[in-house]
Nanobody
Framework: QVQLVESGGGLVQAGGSLRLSCAASGRTFSSYAMGWFRQAPGKEREFVAAISRTGINTRYADSVKGRFTISRDNAKNTVYLQMNSLKVEDTAVYYC????????????????????WGQGTQVTVSS
């Protein structure tokens, strides 16, 4: 089992940047593929970005491609989401998620495939 705690959210103006962190504790962090999701008020949760166990593979939602970067530091048991050129429509609660997998290169974009979730961190982008 792994516990996930997100941090780094806040209020930022459109065009600004934020970096979210997700610290993991419990089982070996490098055993997990990781992902970021978000949920805006009145909307369903949506995929944002995912990264494989070793970090060699990543995947992004079209809406964030070129603006967001997912990365991980297995020595620090942490996954990051660097968010640049933020837009008002990026406003949401952001969640990180973990999926244990024996495959080092797989990325997981389906929320239903994840075993563990953090509590979320609010990101608000003002115009």
């Amino acid at each position: 089992q792994v516990q996930l705690v997100e941090s780094g959210g806040g209020l930022v103006q459109a065009g600004g940047s934020l970096r979210l962190s997700c610290a993991a504790s419990g089982r070996t962090f490098s055993s997990y593929a990781m992902g970021w999701f978000r949920q805006a008020p009145g909307k369903e949760r949506e995929f944002v970005a995912a990264i494989s166990r070793t970090g060699i593979n990543t995947r992004y939602a079209d809406s964030v491609k070129g603006r967001f970067t997912i990365s991980r530091d297995n020595a620090k048991n942490t996954v990051y989401l660097q968010m640049n050129s933020l837009k008002v429509e990026d406003t949401a609660v952001y969640y990180c998620a973990a999926r244990d997998t024996p495959f080092t290169t797989v990325v997981v974009s389906a929320g239903t495939m994840y075993n563990y979730w953090g509590q979320g961190t609010q990101v608000t982008v003002s115009s």
